[in-house]
């Protein structure tokens, strides 16, 4: 079946950077358009980034410049690549398969100020 885990979370004080990883499984990864979103308790669920199969990459305004998305499809392995983090960007990190409703567990990112 379908599997995302992610990975890379943590704890890391403001400026500091830190890699997300998202490993899948049970697809054929490399036709897929791939998502990072984050949510904060008692809001919305927001995309971060995105990253087409043609390697195409797509950024919310509030990580412009700052976070990176890129994919190996070698790995089945989608990451995002945050730097200059903020206390801001504390969340829940989810990745997302393409448009399907298969989600990740989320990982943990609080960034401390």
């Known amino acids: 079946q379908v599997q995302l885990v992610e990975s890379g979370g943590g704890v890391v004080q403001a400026g500091g950077s830190l890699r997300l990883s998202c490993a899948a499984s049970g697809i054929i990864f490399d036709i897929y358009a791939m998502g990072w979103y984050r949510q904060v308790p008692g809001k919305q669920r927001e995309l971060v980034a995105s990253?087409?199969?043609?390697?195409?990459?797509n950024y919310a305004d509030f990580v412009k410049g700052r976070f990176t998305i890129s994919r190996d499809n070698a790995k089945k392995t989608v990451y995002l690549q945050m730097a200059s983090l903020k206390p801001e960007d504390t969340a829940v990190y989810y990745c997302?398969?393409?448009?399907?409703?298969?989600w990740g567990q989320g990982t943990q990112v609080t960034v401390s100020s």
């Open positions: 990253i087409t199969r043609f390697h195409a990459t």
């Open positions: 997302k398969l393409g448009t399907t409703d298969y």
